[in-house]
Structure formats: C-alpha cells, structure tokens
C-alpha cells in the first residue's frame, strides 16, 4: 500500500510537467475572419512556466517537520493516507484553476504541496513502527519505488491523455485514482502492530522483538542534538544534492526533450519516463543488496550507507556531464537515464539513515532534511526559466553542468561525515525493548 501510495504522491506532482507543454503548445487556431494563426491556450513566457512548476514546492517546504512531528505523536498512517487524497481532490481541480488566472492555479498548486508535503516525513515514522532492524532498507526501497514508477506512469501516460482527450483529462484522471487510493489506504492500514487486527501472532512479535513497541510511549525530541549533528547534516547535504539533479529533471525533462533533442510531446511523455522506470528496478536491487551485505557481516551499516550513497552520485555526475556534452538524441536519452536510475543506490545510503541514526526521531530528522532538500523544487525550474531562454543547447548544457556540480558536493560531504550507528543523543530519549538475538537473523540461526 505504501508502495501504490508513492505511486500516487509522484503521479499527483509530475502530470503538469508533461501537460503544461500541451497547454502552452501553439497550435493552429482559425479565427472568425477565416484566418489560420498559431496561438497556445495559455501564452506563458519561461519564467511564468518556471513559476507555475516551482509553485508547488512553496507549499511542500513548509510541512516537511510538521509533518514528521504529528506522525511521531499519532502515527504516521493517518497523516499519510490525508496528505495524498486532499492532494488528489485539489488536483482534481486543477484544470479550473487555470482557466481562471495563472495566479489562481499557483494557488492551487501550493495547497497541494502542503497536504503533500507531510507524506515522506510520515512514512518514516511508519517505518519506525512496522520495519524490522534487517530489512529496512528493503521496505524502505519496495515503498520509495512507488516514487519513480508513478513518474514513469505519470509522464507517457500524461502525454498520452493529453494528446487524445486533452490536458485536462491529466489532472482527472491522476486526481480520481489517488481519491481512490486515500479510501482503501484508511480502511486497510493501521498505525502499528498491536493496533493491527488481522496480523498473525508471530508475525507481530518478531516485529515488536526487533523494534521494540511504540505503544504509549512519549518521545521528546532533542532539537539541539538534531541540528548539531554532523552526520544528520550529511543526510541533508546528500538529499539537498539528490533532489536537486531530480527535480531538475523531473520538471524539465519533457521540455528538454521537445526542445532541444527534437522529439514530439508523446514522445517526450515516454522518454521521459523511462530513466524513472530503470531506478524504480534498480531499487529493488539495491535495497536488497544493502541488507545482504548487513546480515552476511560483509560492511557495516555505515559502510554501508555511505558506498551505496557517494558510489551512486559520483555515477550520476559522470553521466550528467556526459548528457549536457553529448546533446545526441540517443545517447543523452541514454546517460540521462543512467543518471538518475543510479540514483536508487543513494536512497539506500541518505533517505534510510535517519532510521539507523535514531528510529524514535527519524520522521522529524527527514521532515528537517526534506524541508531543506525541497528547495531545489523552488529554485531549479526558476532558475532554469532564467538560462533558458532562447531554448539552445548552450544554455541546457549550463543547467546540465550546475546538478553535477551539485551532485558531486553532496558525495564529498557524506563521504567524510555519514555515521550508521544509533547515536548518543538518540539513546538517551531511546527505550531499547529490542531482543538482541533477534537483530541479526543470520547471528542467530
């Protein structure tokens, strides 16, 4: 269900990046004189594009922490399963919006980053309730694969919907799919195990012998520890870095193609979504290897998190060089997919962490870091709106160029201060109810 849930939280953000190309698209319009003119239904410049697709990021900084705090305290599945249907609803609203006035659909649009703003914060603390020692990385990859393949179904299929039965067929359809979902999310899930009706008996305390019960427990969380952290400000730096080259892209990617490479807005749909189809199966893989290599004694938990994490980033600014340099509409299509399918290693080192660091906070450690790394959703398609103004390959290749840069700051800083251990401060708030035999499986077989 978390899995399907991210589905909806990307297929809810990324559809008007594929359908404002089709609403800012010029195209034949006969007037009633007879003559044929080209006109787009909306006449937006760059910089007014920039703002419509950054705008739902001014809403989704603000509940990051919020967010996490709230889950902390009544369970993460209430706040989670809300987050993404008001989303939805507001999505479905959308097309209304922006017949309106563009002001009213940034308007919209911030609303929907702020329901949606508390989904990933809340997941963590699900997590914290539901996931066992050795397998998080593995739930945490299964779920956060819903993130990258809702962007794949949402981008080829964005484009498919757009070009038969119009733009707005996008916002209706994603927005009554997560309606949908936010129903059976409530009525299936449940805030953890003991309040679980239908989990089996030893399923339930195997869960509970690793993680301890959550139940009726008060957690204060130490803010100071938190922000002086060394190895919490790590995990930020890498995220900050991670979100910015997909963002980037993830916004931009369609037009990018269409405008520089050549392609048609169906095409640009598909292609686009392809890279998030290869690290949506690269997850699976990488989540899977991560914990192997933890129950098999062969790294650490921090080694293991900071090889996945500075090994997937360096691959990821090699291959957006490669991408900006080339500008082939075969090979770019090609590292830009390796670029950000890549990426799924990283989110087995910096988005798993907070778990390792300290489980009873890890929901406010990711709303703190998420607030931070949701900037690059503000400032890139701005920025972007900003270089690329005459849409030539010089100017794509200096946004190319500042998310390698970036992503390469983000592998030097949590190479020299990613830590996989619980730390001091978290032990002091931390009830260890864990079994120890149970923490290991292959130690204790």
């Known amino acids: 269900m978390a899995f399907l849930g991210f589905i909806n939280v990307y297929a809810l ?88 006035n563009i002001y009213v659909l940034v ?24 996931a066992p020692v050795y397998e998080r990385s593995r739930m945490a990859s299964i779920s956060f694969a819903g993130s990258y393949f809702g962007t794949v179904i949402a981008l080829p299929l964005s484009g498919l919907l757009a070009v038969h039965w119009g733009w707005e067929s996008v916002f209706y359809f994603f927005g009554a799919l997560g309606c949908a979902w936010c129903v059976a999310w409530m009525f299936i899930i449940k805030a953890s195990p003991e309040r679980d009706p239908y989990i089996t008996e030893a399923e339930k305390e195997y869960i509970l012998s690793s993680i301890g019960s959550h139940e009726k427990k008060k957690i204060k969380h130490p803010w100071k520890a ?17 979100n910015w080259g997909f963002y980037t892209l993830m916004t931009q990617l369609p037009t ?35 914990d192997w290599t933890q129950v098999k004694g062969y790294l650490t938990t921090g080694q293991v998190r900071r090889y996945f994490n500075c090994a997937s980033f360096l691959a990821q600014t090699i291959f957006m060089i490669l991408a900006a340099y080339l500008l082939h509409p075969a090979w770019s299509v090609v590292c830009i997919t390796l670029a950000v399918g890549l990426g799924a ?13 300290a489980p009873n906070h890890a929901s406010v450690i990711f709303g703190f870091s998420n607030t931070i790394a949701t900037i690059p959703g503000i400032v890139s398609p701005l920025l972007t709106g900003f ?35 619980l730390q001091p401060w978290a032990q002091t708030f931390h009830e260890d109810t864990r079994d120890q035999s149970c923490e290991n499986p292959e130690k204790s077989t």
């Open 13 to 100: 953000r990324v559809n008007l990046s594929v359908a404002i190309v089709a609403m800012t698209e010029l195209k034949n319009v006969t007037l009633d004189n007879g003559t044929v003119v080209e006109q787009a239904e909306f006449d937006w410049n760059s910089k007014e594009q920039g703002l419509v697709l950054s705008s739902f990021f001014y809403g989704y900084i603000w509940t990051q922490v919020i967010g996490g705090i709230i889950a902390s305290k009544i369970g993460g599945h209430y706040v989670f399963g809300l987050g993404i249907g008001v989303t939805a609803f507001f999505t479905l609203l959308t097309p209304l919006a922006a017949k309106l």
């Open 107 to 130: 308007a919209v649009r911030i609303i929907e980053g702020l329901f949606e703003g508390v989904t990933f914060p809340c997941i963590h603390a699900i997590f914290s309730r539901w």
């Open 226 to 242: 938190i922000l002086t952290s060394t190895a919490i400000w790590a995990i930020v730096c890498s995220h900050f870095a991670e």
């Open 256 to 290: 990018f193609l269409k405008d520089t490479l050549g392609f048609d807005l169906g095409e640009s749909g598909f292609l686009s979504g392809v890279p998030y189809l290869t690290m949506s199966c690269l997850l699976a893989l990488g989540g899977y290897l991560a």
């Open 345 to 357: 290693f990283a989110l087995c080192g910096y988005m798993v962490n907070p778990l390792d660091l």
């Open 387 to 421: 270089i690329v103004v005459n849409k030539s390959e010089s100017e794509w290749q200096i946004v190319f160029y500042i998310s390698a840069a970036i992503y390469l700051f983000g592998c030097t800083v949590y190479w020299f201060f990613c830590r996989g251990e």
